[in-house]
């Protein structure tokens, strides 16, 4: 069984510092791994996946995360916080179990922008 | 095209109404999906289409119906329900079923529904 943890559930930073959001998987096949961003009252966007590819994967709005199999981890960074990164940050396990694809959702870490 | 459009964006219905939710992608995705999204929660999966065939349904009470009329379009039909059913519902899309590498699901902005 696949699952996700999101180790802070909210992560505060001043506006120019680096953006560290943390993500731990547990799978038992090779997993794609994600990282959605949500905005107060709106839907889910893509930022960047891992699958099996490089493990730096490179985003958009310049974020990136690195894939680490022996931590299990898929951790998020950006290296100058933007007011308009503040939203909710979702880290996203999927496994394709032969025609039946889910998503495992962490619980979320919600990013504060201080000015 | 990479858009997933929803409507309505807002719904408010009471307990004895019928309504129905509508999801739309033109990027010839084979796989769609709705989830349901409480306040400060992740998204909890609802249904699955696979080709136009419901392939997963999680445990969702009867007075949920989904529908997939072509594979462009999908909808949710809504009856009798609760007021604790009172949530964001969104619909996804993705290029699915895959076996791998594993693709990305693209989601609509969602339909926020109160249930009175």
């Known amino acids: 069984a696949q699952s996700v943890t999101q180790l802070d559930s909210h992560v505060s930073v001043s506006e120019g510092t680096p953006v560290l959001l943390r993500c731990n998987y547990s799978?038992?096949?090779?997993?794609?791994l994600f990282w959605y961003v949500q905005h107060p009252n709106k839907g889910l966007q893509l930022l960047l996946k891992y699958t099996s590819a490089a493990t730096l994967v490179k985003g958009i709005n310049g974020f990136e995360a690195e894939f680490k199999k022996s931590e299990t981890s898929f951790h998020l960074t950006k290296p100058s916080a933007h007011m308009s990164d503040a939203a909710e940050y979702f880290c996203?396990?999927?496994?394709?179990?032969?025609?039946?694809?889910?998503?495992?959702f962490g619980t979320g870490t919600r990013l504060t922008i201080i000015p | 095209d990479t858009e997933v459009t929803q409507t309505p964006k807002h719904l408010v219905m009471g307990m004895t109404n019928k309504k129905s939710l509508k999801c739309e992608q033109h990027?010839?995705?084979?796989?769609m999906y709705w989830y349901k999204q409480k306040a400060k929660k992740p998204p909890e999966l609802m249904f699955v289409?696979?080709?136009?065939?419901?392939?997963i349904n999680e445990s969702v009470p009867s007075r949920f119906s989904p529908e997939c009329p072509n594979s462009s379009l999908l909808n949710l039909h809504l009856h009798a329900l609760q007021p604790e059913d009172s949530a964001l519902y969104l619909c996804?899309?993705?290029?699915?079923?895959?076996?791998?590498?594993?693709?990305?699901?693209?989601f609509g902005p969602g339909t926020r529904l109160t249930v009175t």
């Open positions: 996203v396990v999927s496994e394709s179990n032969f025609g039946n694809e889910k998503l495992t």
């Open positions: 799978s038992s096949y090779s997993p794609s």
């Open positions: 289409y696979s080709y136009e065939k419901l392939s």
């Open positions: 996804a899309s993705s290029p699915s079923p895959p076996v791998q590498p594993s693709y990305e699901q693209y």
């Open positions: 990027m010839g995705h084979r796989a």
